[in-house]
Structure formats: C-alpha cells, structure tokens
C-alpha cells in the first residue's frame, strides 16, 4: 500500500496555521476573539488533534494568538500594533499644582451622568459583578447573624471573615491568621489608619510616581510631604532611586501598591518586592503595601506580594474587594504587623465598627468557593477588554502614541507627544460625553500634562470601540 507523501503530512500543521494567521492579519479574527477549541476545530477542518494542537503552537511562538487558562486560545494584540512603552517616571521638584481637587470633582460628576462613557475611574462595571449571587447572601446573612445584622461586630471585625481573609493570603504566600487582621471601610480606609499610626503633620511618605489621586488626597488632608519617587511603568518603583532617597531623605513611611499598580499596570517582581521589604527594613522606615488589585491577574498565578517577605511586621498589608466584588460593600482589611494596636485604637476611635452585613457576605463567598469562581470569568474579561482596548489605541490614536502592557488589574497609562495637553483634551471629550483621566491627576508636580490614564473595566463592544476612535480623532485634530 503506497503512502502519502511525508511532507504534506509532517507540514499539515503549518497551512493551518497559516490560514489562521490571514484571518487575524486580514482582522477576519481580531485582537481579543476567542479561537475554536481544539476539539471544535478537529470537527470542522476533519484534521487529527495533534496537528490542530501544533498550528496552535505554531500561532502562539509568533505572539499572534495566547492561552488563558481554563479558557482556550485567544488572538493576541498584533505585534505592529504594539505601541512602545511609557518613559519611566522622573518627577521633579517643582511647585504643587492646584487643580486636582477640581478635575476630580468632576469626573466623580461625570460617573453621575448616565450617558457618560467613564474611561475614567477604576471600578468594575455592574456586568462584571455576581450581583444575584450577591442579593441571596444579603438574605441568608440576615438570618444567620444576631440580631439579623443590626448589632456591631467585634472592633478588630468579624471573626468569619478574618478566617477567610486569612485562609486566602495563602494564595500570595502569606501565613496569616485571624489574629493578624483588622476589618475597614475599604482599603483606602486601611490606608488611611496605616498612615495615621505612622505618621504626624509634617512627615514625608514615599509614593511611586504616577500615583493613584485618593492617595495623594489623602496624605494632602494628613498634612503630609509627598516624595514622588521614579517609577517603570512595568515593574515600578525605581530600587536605586528608592536606595538614594532613603539616605538622603527623612522617609516616615513608603507607600506602594506593588500589583497592577493605578494608574500604570506596572507589577513589582518578587525579587524586587524581597529587595524592598529588607531595604525598608534596614532604613527601620514602615511599609505600606496597597494590594487592591493583586488578584486581578492575567497569567497562569497570583503575583506575591511584599508582606509575603516580611519577618518582622514592618509591611502593613491593605485590601478589600472594592475593586473584585462589591464596591459598595466597602468590606476591606489591613494585616498591620507589629502596628496592630496603634490601628485598632485608631478605628475604635473613628468607627467603633465595620458592617456586619456586608462582612458576613463577603466571609460567606470566601468560604463557599463563589469568590475563586466568579474572579476567574472576570480575570478573563479584563484580560479580553485590555486587548481589545490597546488595539483601538494603536488604531486610532496619532504616531508617538505610548502605551503600558498589564498583566493584571484595570489600567492602561498612554503617553501622548509633549504637546498635547490632555486635561484640555479632558474638556473637548467631555463634550462627547466622554470621561477620562487627565495625567496630572496622578501628580502633585508639574508633569503628566501630555499622559492619561483609561480604564476597561466597561465591556467591550462596537460603541465603546467608536468612543475611542473619536477620542483618537479629537487628538488629531484638535491638537
């Protein structure tokens, strides 16, 4: 019996492959599409798994398609369509600038106006949020809690969630117990008691620069110095900076937020995290670790976080679901080391409580497994949105165009030419009924003014795609 040529059967692969490849190219299959299974595309081309498993393969050594897990194949941004990235961050000891308060106020406003598209604030659109699931806790912790839900809970917070919240820092590498957690309103709320605890009018803390406007607010309102510290817009603070600055500067307290940081994306590697956390510790300066973000990631497992590398309770580790699973809820954590009593004098002063409800919901989704499973669709959501949203960048907005590459998180930081002004820009869009995130937001300098920072959280879709054009298009022409 006379067999088929070896070279059709051993090159199979590649014209399927290469067929995939035209599509993508000829954007038939475009940027954050889902890819057939294997088994789907074996049905309908009648070729064996093993030659559909290696055109796979083949796509993904060339960046044109990735795997997600749990998920399948999914096409990649195309390598001519990334954008360079951001320079890292060099912030200047220039005047403070004054308009923050205001441009915040109103894109708060803008969040108000339904007609508004919000590329401006981090926060998980409704779609993204198991809200059914959500409703049927409230019930069920109506009834299983004294009082139905109306008496306070323990001021170092509820004792089911603490467990959880414990249980769960395995996944970053922590070895927490319930003993070593406070409850609070949020985790900017466990931001704030860190600095308090550690800090007095006057006092300088260390940020990365760009950083998150609420935290800037906040050390603003505590009277605080602000040291904008150089930062990568992929792996954050700048370590010989961080070395410079700690022996030529009086640096109370460095605040970080290690994972996806907001606004950049940027996530420190856990051999910078290690560097940092015995650096601080040498310096006897505390650190403030921010983790909002952290399981918010797009590979294969959660990035570490710098409390993973603590000995000896000098990280004040904050989080909270805010950003994951109920923004309203406002149930977040601090895993304040040695600082514990200092922090739980503070929120038995200025709080006394945390919602009991609301804790009781969250411990419940913690334990039960819904928390793991509804993070994992909505990792793979973010994931597609980020695509989908960088490839409309790099379609649409004008050359010199820079932009950030997450791996986790919300943001995308984009770095337009020096003479764009991206606060007017702001106001031109604003028009459009479009909001988003002028640079200087981000600053209490002088810099930032041609950077904004957008937001996917909102779903992909053809109108959203049809915003960002015409953002791209009032670049062009009004600047």
Known sequence: MQRKPLVKETFLYLQVAAKIEKQIKD??????????????????????????????????SRSLIETRPRSGYYVSLLPARRLDLPASSKPAVTKNIDDLDYLIGRIHEDSGRPEVTMLSLGVPHISLLPVAKLNKALV??????????????????????????????????GTLNEKDILTT??????????????????????????????????????????????????TGIELDALKTSLVQNQIKVCLLVSNFNNPCGSSMPAAHKKEVVNLLEYHNVPLIEDD???????????????????????????????????????????????????????????????????????????????????????RQTLHHNSIKYSSAVARYFPAGTKITQPQGGYFLWIELEKEINTARLYDQARKYN???????????????DNCLRLSFGLPWNEELEKKIKLLGTLITATF
């Not at 940027?31 to 083949?58: F, H, W």
């Not at 603003?220 to 040291?227: A, D, F, I, R």
């Not at 479009?434 to 930032?448: D, H, K, V, Y």
């Open 185 to 234: 309103t949020g985790c900017i709320n466990a931001v704030a008691y860190c600095l308090m605890a550690l800090t007095q009018p006057g006092d300088t803390v260390a940020l990365e620069s760009p950083a998150y406007f609420g935290i800037l607010q906040l050390a603003k309102g505590l009277g605080l110095k602000v040291l904008e510290m150089p930062s990568n817009p992929d």
């Open 292 to 378: 909002i973000y952290g399981d918010l990631y797009f590979g294969t497992s959660r990035p570490t976080t710098c409390k993973a590398f603590d000995e000896s309770g000098n990280v004040l580790y904050c989080n909270s679901v805010s950003k994951t699973l109920a923004p309203g809820y406002r149930v977040g954590w601090a895993a304040p080391g040695k600082y514990m009593d200092k922090l739980l004098s503070l929120k038995r002063n200025h709080s006394i409580s945390s919602t009991s409800i609301t804790s009781e919901v969250v411990a419940e989704f913690l334990k039960n497994g819904r928390y793991e499973n509804h993070l994992r669709k909505m």
């Open 27 to 60: 954007e038939v299959l475009k940027a954050g599409d889902k890819l057939p299974s294997v088994r789907m595309l074996c049905r309908e081309l009648g070729y064996n798994m093993s030659t559909i498993t290696q055109a796979y393969y083949e796509l993904e």
């Open 140 to 173: 069920q912790a109506t009834r299983t809690l004294p009082g139905s839900g109306t008496a306070y809970d323990p001021v170092q917070g509820n004792e089911k969630l603490r467990k959880e919240i414990a249980r769960w820092s395995l996944s970053w590498g």
């Open 434 to 448: 479009i909001s988003i995130a002028p640079g200087r937001m981000f600053t209490l300098r002088e810099q930032f």
